[in-house]
């Protein structure tokens, strides 16, 4: 029989709906945040004029955050009554989203671009003063505080070329504001076949309109009278390079009470020029830029509660019974690292246990030997792997073998130090205190060692624990649903049953984590570029992978490099800051000082979401200088066929058993 | 009882036995495209060469009737082509244009075309492949999207006040093979509720579970509701209006779209689906039909030859 | 864990197959499989072949991984296309057509509505057989009222004055039987000998179609041969040879991942297929199919992937999408 199919088994993280949260979530997440930083007055700078750009990587908060400033969020925050909002935080937020006009087609059709131009800059308007005339309607559906209708509809309609005569209130306004609007729809749409925009007239000159609304507003509103009318225009990346120099030019005109905070993503800002080949618009003077993303990041303990609340809501709804909070983060299975992480490691070591071979990573320690002693000397080898053998704890075996080889010499050297590791490690395990040498590679290298263990062992890291999804996820919270979906449907697949009894093993986890690093690689961006981008991150990976599993790793945890960009190319450049725009790369505030030449070079690091598919850190710890060649190999794919061999070079100092026999810090490597 | 008026048509197998006063084909290597356009039978053959298949003028056919186009917007494309040929007077003239090699929004586009020039009686006909090559990786777009807009002709007059709290926008998604276009178009209304039309039944048995293994590599949802995943043929372009229009009457009982956006990322049958039920139900409304344009497609994607059809289009 | 089937060697790909089917078990297979049940059904393959188990396992999986499974949903779908596609659109043309190629909306609605009411839908096989249970969903999704229903026996009775066998129903002008797979068209044929020529011999303007949801194309072929549906037959999807999945025409093997190739699963779906079901190794008739509906598994699928004891395996045999016995 056919059966409706059973809700048991769907997915509670699918990523159904458009948005999780509701504005009054939104609000109460981003109050505390906010508040923090002196209240969203400041950060948003609402008392002044001035205008801003604010810019933010996709899922940076910034939308929400503009809605939040937006005239229903204002209400929601003073019991519903946008009048006492407006009285008491002294502005008028006017929310639009600029993904709304379809800009796509004022272009083309066989119009010159300058008339495009103009029809655009009139559209934006007319559609600024729409939302603007709403928003009042809005405000005063309550309570009117408009003293005389009649003479604000006449200066309003006076702002016009040829003023309307035949509108007598508001409501009215409103329409002939929308009507105008659909005349150029109906008129720009044909133009494909008609090829003319006949009967498309410009009615009033730029700026008229949504610096000359609010003023007459003010004067005839006594609410309002010392209000700022804030127009958020958000999404301004979909405007191409021509219309974006309207916006620019509406940010030089800017006048009276009103002013634009302007959201993109970063690197969303295709010109600073203005309308008709004009200056520039110059940072401080005519606007202020902020960038969010890295305001966000910092916000750890905020995000975690908002990503709990999250996940426990998504549970709640499609289980029986209310999910505590609380009780969410034991519904995974965690990495204990106790006893230097015995019990995950142990298991590993028992999973290919073989009479004939040793260990995988003494195997490669014996051939390394080898080169040392000669492969004559089978005795001496089995003496220095003897003196580094720790059974019960893998993890310190591999930690004794970097030890070793960051102390490498001749055979003598090579006895002498694996006798001192054998002492050494004794007494970590006692909890004593070995060498000050050895304790700080263990304290740095400890991420590492586990990670190349399972590398040895060919299995993939193990990634668990919500604290850990809730990382990767990065402030983003619909990059931990597509996590969490992902180690659903696989635990789910497992037999695990997951959040109704069973826990979500680590395996499952891990897949899930792997899953969702290939999903988030293959995400869409918003603009071409898809295939360098993706293959000069790729190179990068490979060059930290490379270091990471190498025998003796220069850096620890490393998933961040530093780069002199003034020395690099053009195009390795553009390609660093579309990745960065498209969130595979994250910039981080406190740029490294180079060492050569003591400027300040640019840091970034590699996403935790994606740093899984290479087995990278996803905590970030030490940095990678890379100078303008390498770097250069790996950005511009111009010069991307030098990547191998410098990448060999860079790693042979890391390597056994020769380690290249080069200078022993790699700074001073020529690469 | 079922929308009859997208229904009054039906789709026919090709046979070759008719004759057109004009053919137009877009030029590419697919044997399905080369062969149809070499056994129809029309006064007037023409290749129509557009600028996504790169072709250089070396590889253009030599003994046909070419019809070239640099553009890279499909209104000018069509206009540039099959405008230069056909006009008021020929108007009447049986006219077939094979929609095999055509890019989505040039489908589109033509339908729009011809409605207002008044050539209101028209066929289409469209070769299914035997399989496509290289089964999940099909990769059709050679080149990442360079923009997702709306298709000329199909812009509609959107609501623009975003004033209120919660945009009630709706994204109609015709779920096809290409994950990247399938997320991009996701990505750029991503504010909108999404609902998704499969084809089901699909031109073959096995692309039904590869189109799903392809949407879920583009992330999107696997909600299984009845209203918010629809079912329309592959190769039918008159059920796929019905299923459409269906699913509107369904949405609009609940709450009606402040804006609705569809997007035909499916066979090209489907496509002429979206199309024709736009302009029996949507011209003049806040919807539009929105795609992820790329500047070059591969010029072959298929193997062998599958069942054809000929889609009597006709304007009430 | 199902890392411990693989080495090293063929690990990424058991990994890479594995991750196909676990996003097809969610989002097509109606979550009908799990880890556990697919090592149970590698199990099975243990080097029987000639060829490692570890390769004769990555062989079944990647079998496995191209099966074909239409769920409850993709059913009731199907069911709405055997009668939009392949009865209503044809019969509007028909309508159409007698009415003067009319476009009048409801001349033609109200000539359709006659004609629909003069049909009659019904099943092949008995009752209980998974043809004709379709029929419930059948009317269900396509709206129908349960008079367009009718049973077999009622088709042709006995009068009660001249003894004569006559139609029951004498104003029905279409019988329209429905089934879910046709695979040598067998089936059908005997329909068409038992009673479909004696109802068209007592009256020759009844038309007789012949509708389902999988054909084998060659099964079609001998229907429209060899029955009395003639060329009024139909199937929603119709399978030619490319679907047979070890064959060198298999579209599964057009293009493979390294590692796989189709001698050895061939060898493992016909060695192990002799073993289990040697009367038809390669499934009924040889149709080497990977197909899998919510309600059952066709014997036109390879045995190795239903094979159990229920189905009177000839070994011992764990399967991975189970089959319910025609007995």
């Known amino acids: 029989?056919?059966?409706?199919?059973?809700?048991?088994?769907?997915?509670?993280?699918?990523?159904?709906?458009?948005?999780?949260?509701?504005?009054?979530?939104?609000?109460?997440?981003?109050?505390?945040?906010?508040?923090?930083?002196?209240?969203?007055?400041?950060?948003?700078?609402?008392?002044?004029?001035?205008?801003?750009?604010?810019?933010?990587?996709?899922?940076?908060?910034?939308?929400?955050?503009?809605?939040?400033?937006?005239?229903?969020?204002?209400?929601?925050?003073?019991?519903?009554?946008?009048?006492?909002?407006?009285?008491?935080?002294?502005?008028?937020?006017?929310?639009?989203?600029?993904?709304?006009?379809?800009?796509?087609?004022?272009?083309?059709?066989?119009?010159?671009?300058?008339?495009?131009?103009?029809?655009?800059?009139?559209?934006?308007?007319?559609?600024?003063?729409?939302?603007?005339?709403?928003?009042?309607?809005?405000?005063?559906?309550?309570?009117?505080?408009?003293?005389?209708?009649?003479?604000?509809?006449?200066?309003?309609?006076?702002?016009?070329?040829?003023?309307?005569?035949?509108?007598?209130?508001?409501?009215?306004?409103?329409?002939?504001?929308?009507?105008?609007?659909?005349?150029?729809?109906?008129?720009?749409?044909?133009?494909?076949?008609?090829?003319?925009?006949?009967?498309?007239?410009?009615?009033?000159?730029?700026?008229?309109?949504?610096?000359?609304?609010?003023?007459?507003?003010?004067?005839?509103?006594?609410?309002?009278?010392?209000?700022?009318?804030?127009?958020?225009?958000?999404?301004?990346?979909?405007?191409?390079?021509?219309?974006?120099?309207?916006?620019?030019?509406?940010?030089?005109?800017?006048?009276?009470?009103?002013?634009?905070?302007?959201?993109?993503?970063?690197?969303?800002?295709?010109?600073?020029?203005?309308?008709?080949?004009?200056?520039?618009?110059?940072?401080?003077?005519?606007?202020e830029r902020v960038e969010l993303d890295s305001f966000l990041r910092g916000h750890d303990k905020e995000y975690a509660k908002l990503a709990e609340e999250l996940v426990a809501k998504r549970l709640s709804s499609t289980h029986t019974g209310a999910i505590e909070l609380k009780d969410v983060s034991c519904f995974f299975e965690s990495i204990s690292s106790a006893n230097f992480y015995q019990e995950l490691t142990s298991k590993l070591a028992n999973s290919r246990q073989s009479t004939e071979n040793d260990r995988p990573y003494f195997e490669k320690l014996k051939g390394h030997l080898c080169h040392v002693f000669g492969s004559q000397a089978e005795d001496k080898i089995q003496s220095v792997i003897s003196h580094l053998r720790v059974d019960d704890f893998p993890l310190i075996e591999k930690l004794n073998i970097l030890h070793l080889y960051k102390n490498w010499g001749n055979s003598q050297q090579v006895i002498e130090t694996s006798a001192l590791i054998q002492n050494d490690a004794k007494l970590l395990i006692q909890r004593a205190k070995p060498s000050k040498d050895y304790s700080q590679t263990f304290e740095h290298f400890d991420s590492d060692l586990l990670a190349q263990l399972f590398r040895d062992y060919s299995r993939k890291i193990p990634y668990a624990g919500l604290d850990t999804l809730i990382h990767l996820s990065q402030g983003v919270p619909r990059n931990l649903l597509g996590i969490l979906k992902q180690i659903y449907r696989r635990s789910l697949f497992a037999g695990e049953k997951p959040f109704a009894g069973g826990t979500v093993s680590l395996q499952s986890q891990t897949e899930g984590v792997m899953d969702s690093a290939v999903w988030f690689w293959d995400d869409a961006q918003p603009d071409s570029y898809g295939t360098e981008v993706r293959d000069a991150v790729e190179r990068l990976a490979i060059l930290l992978r490379s270091i990471r599993y190498s025998d003796k790793p220069s850096e620890c945890d490393l998933c961040a490099f530093s780069v002199d960009e003034s020395k690099i190319t053009e195009q390795a450049r553009r390609t660093i800051e579309r990745a960065e725009n498209w969130s595979y790369l994250l910039k981080i505030r406190d740029g490294a000082k180079n060492k050569n030449t003591q400027s300040v070079d640019s840091k970034f690091q590699i996403s935790p979401m994606l740093a899984p598919k290479w087995g990278l850190s996803v905590h970030r710890r030490g940095t990678l200088e890379i100078r303008p060649d390498l770097a250069n190999s790996i950005f511009d794919n111009m010069h991307s066929s030098n990547f191998e061999a410098l990448l060999k070079t860079r790693i042979s100092a890391m390597s056994a058993p020769s380690f290249s026999a080069k200078a022993s810090s790699d700074q001073q490597a020529l690469f | 009882m079922i929308n009859l008026s997208y229904l009054l048509d039906a789709k026919t197998p090709l046979k070759f036995d008719e004759a057109w006063d004009f053919f137009f084909s877009a030029f590419n290597n697919s044997e399905r495209v080369t062969e149809t356009f070499k056994n129809i039978t029309a006064d007037k053959k023409y290749w129509l060469i557009i600028p996504e298949y790169q072709y250089k003028h070396e590889e253009e056919p030599k003994w046909d009737l070419v019809l070239r186009t640099e553009s890279l917007n499909e209104a000018d494309q069509i206009i540039e082509t099959i405008g230069s040929v056909l006009n008021s007077t020929n108007k009447d003239s049986k006219i077939c244009v094979d929609i095999t090699g055509l890019m989505r929004p040039q489908i589109l586009f033509i339908l729009r075309y011809f409605k207002v020039l008044g050539v209101n009686k028209f066929d289409m006909v469209y070769a299914e492949p035997l399989h496509y090559a290289r089964k999940e990786d099909t990769d059709f777009t050679l080149s990442d999207v360079s923009e997702v807009r709306q298709v000329s002709g199909f812009e509609g007059t959107h609501n623009v006040d975003m004033s209120r709290e919660v945009s009630n926008d709706l994204l109609f998604l015709g779920v096809g093979y290409d994950s990247d276009l399938m997320s991009r178009v996701s990505l750029d209304k991503d504010r909108a509720r999404q609902l998704q039309l499969h084809s089901l039944p699909s031109l073959s048995a096995d692309m039904y579970q590869e189109s799903l293994i392809r949407l879920d590599r583009a992330g999107l949802s696997n909600s299984k509701g009845d209203d918010q995943v629809f079912f329309s043929s592959a190769n039918d372009p008159f059920f796929t209006a019905v299923a459409l229009s269906r699913a509107l009457q369904k949405i609009c009982t609940t709450k009606p779209p402040s804006n609705l956006y569809l997007s035909p990322l499916a066979t090209k049958p489907q496509t002429l689906g979206f199309g024709l039920f736009y302009l029996k139900e949507l011209d003049g409304k806040p919807a539009s039909i929105i795609f992820p344009f790329s500047e070059k497609y591969s010029r072959e994607t298929s193997k062998g030859i599958g069942r054809r059809w000929v889609y009597p289009i006709i304007f009430d | 864990m199902m890392n411990s089937y693989f080495s090293s060697e063929h690990e990424d790909l058991a990994a890479a197959l594995k991750q196909r089917i676990t996003i097809l078990n969610e989002r097509a297979w109606e979550h009908k499989l799990d880890n556990d049940a697919i090592n149970r059904w590698l199990e099975n393959f243990n080097g029987r072949t000639g060829l490692e188990p570890e390769i004769e396992r990555i062989h079944a999986l990647y079998l496995l991984s191209q099966f074909m499974y239409f769920g409850s949903r993709e059913i009731r779908v199907l069911l709405r296309a055997i009668y939009n596609d392949l009865y209503l659109a044809p019969l509007i043309q028909e309508v159409r057509h007698s009415l003067g190629d009319s476009r009048d909306l409801q001349k033609i609605a109200s000539a359709l509505k006659t004609e629909i009411s003069k049909t009659r839908f019904l099943g092949v096989g008995n009752p209980s057989e998974s043809?004709?249970?379709?029929?419930?969903?059948?009317?269900?999704?396509?709206?129908?009222?349960?008079?367009?229903?009718?049973?077999?026996?009622?088709?042709?009775?006995?009068?009660?004055?001249?003894?004569?066998?006559?139609?029951?129903?004498?104003?029905?002008?279409?019988?329209?039987?429905?089934?879910d797979v046709c695979g040598s068209g067998e089936t059908a044929v005997r329909y068409s000998n038992d009673f479909l020529r004696e109802m068209q011999e007592l009256n020759n303007n009844v038309k007789i179609h012949y509708f389902c949801l999988f054909a084998n194309a060659d099964g079609m072929d001998v229907v429209r041969r060899d029955s009395a549906f003639?060329?009024?037959?139909?199937?929603?999807?119709?399978?030619?040879?490319?679907?047979?999945?070890?064959?060198?025409?298999?579209?599964?093997?057009?293009?493979?991942?390294?590692?796989?190739?189709?001698?050895?699963?061939?060898?493992?779906?016909?060695?192990?297929?002799?073993?289990?079901?040697?009367?038809?190794?390669?499934?009924?008739?040889?149709?080497?199919?990977?197909?899998?509906?919510?309600?059952?598994?066709?014997?036109?699928?390879?045995?190795?992937?239903?094979?159990?004891?229920?189905?009177?395996?000839?070994?011992?045999?764990?399967?991975?999408?189970?089959?319910?016995?025609?007995?």
């Open chain 3, 131 to 179: 043809g004709v249970h379709l029929l419930y969903y059948f009317r269900q999704e396509n709206s129908l009222s349960k008079k367009q229903f009718a049973d077999n026996a009622q088709i042709i009775t006995r009068d009660q004055e001249t003894q004569k066998r006559v139609l029951r129903y004498p104003e029905i002008e279409r019988y329209v039987f429905v089934d």
């Open chain 1, 1 to 287: 029989m056919i059966n409706q199919l059973s809700n048991r088994d769907d997915n509670p993280f699918d990523l159904t709906k458009a948005s999780d949260f509701s504005d009054t979530q939104i609000l109460n997440y981003w109050v505390d945040i906010v508040e923090e930083q002196g209240g969203l007055l400041t950060v948003l700078n609402l008392r002044s004029v001035m205008p801003m750009l604010l810019l933010g990587g996709k899922g940076s908060g910034k939308t929400h955050l503009m809605r939040y400033c937006s005239a229903p969020v204002q209400a929601l925050r003073h019991e519903g009554s946008l009048h006492t909002a407006v009285s008491q935080e002294g502005y008028l937020g006017i929310y639009v989203s600029s993904d709304g006009l379809n800009v796509g087609r004022f272009s083309g059709k066989g119009q010159t671009q300058d008339t495009w131009n103009a029809i655009f800059g009139y559209y934006f308007e007319l559609w600024l003063a729409l939302n603007l005339t709403s928003t009042i309607i809005m405000k005063n559906r309550a309570e009117s505080f408009i003293t005389d209708e009649q003479s604000f509809i006449e200066e309003v309609t006076a702002l016009f070329d040829a003023p309307p005569s035949d509108i007598s209130d508001i409501g009215q306004l409103y329409n002939f504001l929308e009507q105008k609007l659909r005349a150029v729809d109906s008129i720009v749409n044909n133009c494909a076949i008609t090829r003319s925009l006949d009967g498309l007239e410009i009615t009033f000159s730029p700026g008229r309109l949504c610096y000359g609304i609010p003023p007459v507003i003010a004067k005839h509103d006594k609410s309002l009278r010392d209000s700022i009318f804030v127009y958020l225009i958000d999404e301004i990346e979909n405007l191409s390079e021509e219309q974006q120099k309207f916006l620019n030019s509406l940010i030089r005109y800017r006048k009276g009470n009103a002013t634009i905070r302007v959201g993109a993503r970063l690197y969303g800002i295709k010109t600073y020029e203005t309308s008709g080949s004009g200056e520039p618009i110059k940072r401080n003077a005519e606007y």
């Open chain 3, 230 to 327: 003639g060329n009024n037959c139909g199937a929603v999807y119709e399978f030619d040879k490319s679907y047979r999945c070890v064959s060198e025409d298999s579209r599964y093997f057009k293009s493979t991942p390294a590692g796989i190739n189709l001698e050895s699963a061939r060898k493992i779906a016909d060695v192990y297929g002799q073993i289990i079901c040697p009367g038809h190794p390669m499934g009924y008739l040889d149709s080497q199919m990977l197909l899998g509906f919510t309600h059952n598994t066709p014997d036109n699928t390879l045995p190795i992937i239903w094979m159990d004891s229920d189905n009177c395996s000839t070994s011992p045999w764990t399967p991975a999408f189970r089959r319910y016995p025609k007995v």
